[in-house]
């Protein structure tokens, strides 16, 4: 009996495969519950790119997706012949230097910079493609942080990983690309590419808020606002952002 019971588990199973072998559209789920329908197209060790029944790629975060469908990816990748291959190579399409004179730098605060901005700056490259360089500077007169279009960055009161990776965003057209408030009305987000990932993220009803400088959520603009799903979605939001102000 046992052994009988083994084999239609084991039939059951190969049927499953078989039946979501991805050539034909599957629901996918995200951690939270959310579902999404999509035909797989690729996948790497980061992401899986579907196909949505409006014709439109989206790439869904593997870390966002239920275990499950990790698993499913997981396999798909084995079946594909890449499980075994090496974890691909983080591009560095974005640089820093330090500023001029970094060597008279208090050792503690070039620790600290430096430390801040490998992290961040690896962070931004693992998750997506931005092309800038980028100029770390301390500033002790600076209250905070600050940061500019141009790449400067300003250390001043406030230095670790999530206040490097909240300026960086700056730097990136948050708060100081020309096309910044053209796409904000009444204190909302309006830009449609990062509304749609927002309510990707938060339901059909959620609302992204932005002022002069900043928005919310997932702006890390606060270090209670940092996690690891969260420190994503802010990279994730960027892109999404710069789509809108047409930032290649």
């Known amino acids: ?3 009988l019971l ?3 588990l084991l039939a059951g199973v190969l049927l499953a495969s078989e039946a979501d072998d991805g050539t034909t559209p599957r629901t996918w789920v995200s951690n939270d519950g959310r579902p999404i329908g999509g035909l797989y197209l690729r996948a790497n060790s980061q992401a899986v790119i579907i196909k949505r029944d409006d014709g439109k790629e989206v790439a869904l975060p593997l870390r966002f997706l239920s275990a499950a469908d990790r698993e499913w990816v997981r396999l798909k990748l084995a079946a594909e ?3 075994d291959s090496p974890e691909e190579k983080v591009k560095a399409h974005m640089k820093y230097q ?3 004179g970094s060597e008279k730098w208090p050792e503690d605060r070039r620790k600290r910079i430096t430390e801040a901005m490998d992290a961040a700056v690896e962070f931004y490259n693992r998750n997506g493609v931005f092309k800038k360089d980028l100029t770390a500077n301390n ?3 600076t209250p905070t942080a600050d940061a500019n279009y141009d790449g400067w960055i300003n250390f001043g009161g406030s230095i670790n990983r999530r206040v490097a990776l909240h300026e960086i965003g700056h730097t990136l057209g948050i708060g100081t690309h020309s096309n910044w408030q053209a796409n904000i009305k009444d204190g909302k987000w309006t830009g449609k590419h990062a509304l749609e990932l927002v309510r990707q993220f938060d339901g059909k009803d959620a609302v992204l808020h932005a002022d002069r400088m900043h928005f919310w959520p997932y702006g ?3 270090d209670n606002e940092s996690s690891k799903e969260n420190d994503l979605r802010h990279v994730l939001m960027v892109a999404a952002m710069r789509k809108d102000m047409g930032i290649d």
């Open 1 to 3: 009996m046992k052994a």
């Open 6 to 8: 083994s084999s239609f």
């Open 81 to 83: 012949g890449e499980a």
């Open 98 to 100: 330090l500023s001029g």
């Open 139 to 141: 500033s002790p007169g």
């Open 220 to 222: 890390l603009n606060f």
